[in-house]
């Protein structure tokens, strides 16, 4: 009796099997390997841009470049608020009138100018001009009312500078 537990013909054929399986893995580590290093050529001409720099630091510049730009947006919008701030207690609105105060002078001498902010604060200011006289009024405004009466001159200058006001873009 002989003491091989395997039947010599069934080792031949599992040393064979082992040899085709070996074969056929050391075919497909070697493709792996072939294409794992075409895959590392790709990833490196993707990672790189036409100048040679590194796709990593571009965008490590541009996310820093995009921080800044948001801080510097920002402290645009804080400079717009303190603008739109002032912008109401801005004197922008203008209006003039011209006209003849009198009979006897003529060519729209005399005129009355109104200028004001949005709250109506300001000033109207009139020139009367007549033959042998030229006189200047200054009405104060508080809040669209005047001080003082006004004639219908200043109310229509005060009516033109709020219309010029508004076509001014902001309001």
């Given at each position: 009796?002989?003491?091989?537990?395997?039947?010599?013909?069934?080792?031949?054929?599992?040393?064979?099997?082992?040899?085709?399986?070996?074969?056929?893995?050391?075919?497909?580590?070697?493709?792996?390997?072939?294409?794992?290093?075409?895959?590392?050529?790709?990833?490196?001409?993707?990672?790189?841009?036409?100048?040679?720099?590194?796709?990593?630091?571009?965008?490590?510049?541009?996310?820093?470049?995009?921080?800044?730009?948001?801080?510097?947006?920002?402290?645009?919008?804080?400079?717009?608020?303190?603008?739109?701030?002032?912008?109401?207690?801005?004197?922008?609105?203008?209006?003039?009138?011209?006209?003849?105060?009198?009979?006897?002078?003529?060519?729209?001498?005399?005129?009355?100018?109104?200028?004001?902010?949005?709250?109506?604060?300001?000033?109207?200011?009139?020139?009367?001009?007549?033959?042998?006289?030229?006189?200047?009024?200054?009405?104060?405004?508080?809040?669209?009312?005047?001080?003082?009466?006004?004639?219908?001159?200043?109310h229509a200058a005060m009516r033109e500078g709020w219309?010029?006001?508004?076509?001014?873009?902001?309001?």
């Open positions: 009796m002989s003491t091989t537990w395997l039947d010599p013909n069934l080792a031949a054929a599992v040393t064979v099997g082992a040899g085709v399986i070996s074969v056929g893995l050391l075919v497909v580590v070697v493709s792996q390997s072939l294409q794992l290093r075409k895959m590392r050529q790709q990833w490196t001409a993707l990672m790189q841009d036409s100048r040679g720099e590194s796709l990593e630091d571009l965008l490590e510049r541009h996310f820093q470049e995009r921080a800044a730009l948001r801080l510097e947006v920002n402290d645009h919008h804080l400079r717009v608020d303190a603008l739109e701030k002032k912008m109401k207690t801005a004197k922008r609105h203008l209006g003039i009138v011209k006209y003849d105060a009198f009979d006897e002078v003529s060519g729209g001498q005399s005129f009355s100018v109104s200028l004001y902010d949005d709250d109506g604060n300001g000033v109207v200011l009139s020139s009367v001009v007549g033959r042998s006289l030229a006189r200047l009024y200054a009405k104060g405004l508080i809040s669209g009312e005047a001080v003082t009466p006004l004639s219908d001159e200043e219309s010029s006001g508004k076509k001014g873009g902001v309001s």
